[in-house]
């Protein structure tokens, strides 16, 4: 079981907009703006989409979006495209003690 | 342009030992936290350690805590992970990642590491 919450699956069509949630503690993603986002496709290294709950990297188009409201994060891609289908992963500092922990994943399928 | 490589990786019994190398170029690589995230077959990621620029900090999943070691030697662009007393449910694919709870911004594509008898 992973610390951070994902849903398993989400799906949406080309031009859609889509949100995937990512629930944590006050430990973790609730008690520091350092949350995380990584894109990974099959056979693939993940790729940082988001830092810091919504900076996005040099490179990353607009469609990424991050946000966080309370110990849930949210990462929304909007404008749907076909080399969008991937897996996400959530990440979040946890304190020096746990130091870091991810999401389990979700499987983003672009119907 | 930014490259990690990874080696060391392949199959050792439980209760082995093997040490992973990460060879890094196209980057300040002692200005930059490093770490190593690991993922098992078919399921998601996991953070196994980082450790500081310099070297003097040091941090641990608990699953490896007392078992596995990084280091780095900053003279040769190089992260380590000695993982010694490995288990079954260590085999994952190992991968060096560029930074640490702010971010992963750099990954390298990942040598596999398999824990079988």
């Known amino acids: 079981q992973s610390a951070l919450t994902q849903p398993r699956s989400v799906s949406g069509s080309p031009g859609q907009s889509v949100t995937i949630s990512c629930t944590g503690t006050s430990s973790d993603v609730g008690g520091y703006n350092y949350v995380s986002w990584y894109q990974q496709h099959p056979g693939k290294a993940p790729k940082l989409m988001i830092y810091d709950v919504s900076k996005r990297p040099s490179g990353v188009p607009d469609r990424f979006t991050g946000s966080k409201s309370g110990n849930t994060a949210s990462l929304t891609i909007s404008g749907l495209q076909a080399e969008d289908e991937a897996d996400y992963y959530c990440c979040s500092y946890a304190g020096s003690s746990t130091f870091v922990v991810f999401g389990g994943g979700t499987k983003l399928t672009v119907l | 342009e930014v490259q990690l490589l990874e080696s060391g990786g392949g199959l050792v019994q439980p209760g082995g030992s093997l040490r992973l190398s990460c060879a890094a170029s196209g980057f300040t690589f002692s200005s930059y936290a490093m770490s190593w995230v690991r993922q098992a077959p078919g399921k998601g990621l996991e953070w196994v350690s980082t450790?500081?620029?310099?070297?003097?900090?040091?941090y641990y999943a608990d699953s490896v805590k007392g078992r596995f070691t990084i280091s780095r030697d900053n003279s040769k662009n190089t992260l380590y992970l000695q993982m010694n007393n490995l288990r079954t449910e260590g085999t994952a694919v190992y991968y060096c990642?560029?930074?640490?709870?702010?971010?992963?911004?750099?990954w390298g594509q990942g040598t596999l590491v398999t824990v079988s008898s």
């Open positions: 990642a560029g930074g640490a709870g702010t971010g992963f911004d750099y």
């Open positions: 450790i500081s620029g310099r070297g003097g900090s040091t």
